[in-house]
């Protein structure tokens, strides 16, 4: 099992649909959890962080699940503006200090 | 604030060639780290630094070297570049073991 994976997509969704990403992660002692969004040709940046008991930042809703090991990204009402590639971040508790371990990201493209 | 610098933008090299990456943050941040970025395969530690003085592999550190003299600065070294090294190079720093905060990259290319 790879450390992280995600669905690499394409997900193409109509302007104000909501889509969901999942993200699965293979150590169990992990625990610093992250989404980052990256534009095409750009530096990832830090979406939101995703904390034990889910947390919301407007039209973006984290959710984490330790039993099954993984996290989940919702987007809801979305936008042109969304369209990028959203990258899950997991650090790797427990091996090279400083270590956070990056999905290959999912892409998404909001059409109108 | 700039927050992450990286030097050069866009670099071409021949085989054989070295050259050096730098990048700066004026964040105070105690950690560093340099990645690299290829279709298909995501983002990969090449090294990754703790402090000023300390440096320490990651992923895929063949071929590259590290040094982090000043806290601000640190800087990445291809001693005899290699098509394979042909890549995307992001620059990040972060305070602790928390979300980085990334340089605008180096897109290098190894002739």
């Known amino acids: 099992r790879k450390e992280v994976e995600q669905d690499p997509g394409p997900f193409n969704v109509p302007e104000g649909a909501t889509v969901a990403f999942n993200c699965t992660y293979s150590n169990s002692a992990s625990q610093s959890f992250f989404w980052y969004r990256q534009d095409c040709r750009k530096e990832p940046k830090l979406l939101m962080s995703v904390y034990s008991s889910g947390n919301e930042d407007g039209r973006f809703t984290a959710q984490l699940n330790r039993a099954s090991q993984y996290i989940s990204l919702l987007i809801r009402d979305s936008k042109l503006s969304d369209s990028a590639t959203y990258l899950c971040?997991?650090?790797?508790?427990?091996?090279?200090?400083?270590?956070?371990?990056f999905g290959k990201g999912t892409k998404l493209s909001v059409k109108p | 604030n700039a927050g992450v610098t990286q030097t050069p933008k866009f670099r071409v090299l021949k085989t054989g060639q070295s050259m050096t990456l730098l990048c700066a943050q004026d964040?105070?941040?105690?950690?560093m780290y340099w990645y690299r970025q290829d279709p298909g395969m995501g983002l990969r530690l090449i090294h990754y630094?703790?402090?000023?003085?300390?440096?320490a592999k990651g992923e895929v550190p063949d071929g590259y070297n590290v040094s982090r003299l000043k806290k601000q600065n640190f800087l990445l070294g291809l001693e005899s570049a290699a098509p394979s090294q042909t890549s995307v190079y992001f620059c990040?720093?972060?305070?602790?073991?928390?979300?980085?905060?990334f340089g605008n990259g180096t897109r290098l290319t190894v002739t």
């Open positions: 964040m105070n941040h105690e950690y």
């Open positions: 630094s703790v402090g000023e003085g300390t440096t």
């Open positions: 971040v997991v650090n790797n508790y427990g091996g090279s200090q400083g270590n956070l371990i």
């Open positions: 990040a720093s972060s305070p602790g073991e928390l979300a980085l905060h």
